[in-house]
């Protein structure tokens, strides 16, 4: 699921983009927020995915508001002055809607959340055990089971699957996947998460993983691992 947060000062257009949220089956509403100042209190102690955000407010301004957080979620503006779209996506936002609007344009707006982060959660009545990766301008489907292991490589992954030679590549990071994956995934090195249900050997600074991968163990996830083997070790 995709955390959002929206913020509006007019009750009415809150209560509209709320709504809007609740029909997206991707979208999860962590708050709803009547200035910037309430969200920025929310952002302190909680942390989303994207914010959905009106310009024109009053003490702080939407534009203002998102250029003062350090580490700022996507944004998409929401705003009755077409003057503000040009200002809005300086400051990288995903989206820029123009009040009013409906939920058809809403929807796009989602959906370029969702590509931007790559990793999407699974619609109503689907299987939770998919995600789907944007990769050379495809989004694909992937079973999670058959993920083999992920390596790191700069700002892309390299998501290895069973029965494909060549690795699946997605502009992500290591964190936002490791949050997604499972709890049968371990990151056992700072550029490696194994599927524990791949391993066939371990030893004191290597884990092999079937067709006779072997892949490094770092020093800070030993412990983790060896824990994990303890679990499932029989013997003296």
Same mark, same amino acid.
């Given at each position: 699921m995709i955390r959002c947060i929206a913020i509006d000062d007019e009750p009415l257009a809150l209560q509209q983009l709320v709504a809007y949220i609740r029909q997206v089956p991707f979208l999860e509403l962590a708050a709803q927020c009547q200035s910037a100042l309430e969200a920025r209190d929310f952002l302190e102690q909680n942390s989303v995915d994207a914010i959905f955000c009106d310009i024109n407010m009053p003490d702080l301004n939407g534009m203002d508001f998102v250029e003062s957080l350090t580490a700022p979620p996507l944004v998409v503006f929401t705003t009755a002055y077409s003057e503000y779209a040009v200002e809005g996506f300086n400051v990288n936002a995903v989206d820029y809607l123009l009040k009013p609007f409906g939920l058809q344009k809403f929807q796009r707006a989602a959906n370029r959340l969702r590509e931007r982060l790559s990793v999407t959660a699974p619609v109503a009545g689907?299987? @939770? !055990?998919? =995600?789907?990766?944007?990769?050379?301008?495809?989004?694909? #489907? %992937? !079973?999670?089971? @058959?993920?083999?292991? %992920? &390596?790191?490589?700069?700002?892309?992954?390299?998501?290895? =699957?069973?029965?494909?030679? #060549?690795? %699946?590549?997605? $502009?992500? !990071?290591?964190?936002?996947?490791? &949050?997604?994956?499972?709890?049968?995934?371990?990151? =056992?090195?700072? !550029?490696?998460?194994?599927?524990?249900?791949?391993?066939?050997?371990?030893?004191?600074?290597?884990?092999?993983?079937?067709?006779?991968?072997?892949?490094?163990?770092?020093?800070?996830?030993? @412990?983790? $691992?060896?824990?994990?083997?303890?679990? #499932?070790?029989?013997?003296?």
């Open positions: 689907e299987d @939770d !055990s998919v =995600i789907f990766l944007k990769t050379d301008h495809r989004v694909v #489907k %992937v !079973s999670i089971p @058959d993920i083999r292991y %992920v &390596e790191a490589m700069s700002e892309y992954l390299k998501v290895w =699957i069973d029965g494909q030679p #060549k690795p %699946v590549i997605t $502009l992500l !990071s290591m964190k936002k996947m490791e &949050e997604r994956l499972p709890d049968y995934f371990m990151r =056992i090195h700072r !550029s490696y998460i194994i599927n524990l249900n791949k391993i066939q050997e371990v030893n004191k600074n290597r884990v092999t993983l079937d067709l006779n991968t072997e892949l490094p163990i770092g020093d800070l996830y030993k @412990d983790n $691992l060896q824990a994990y083997v303890d679990t #499932k070790f029989l013997g003296k």
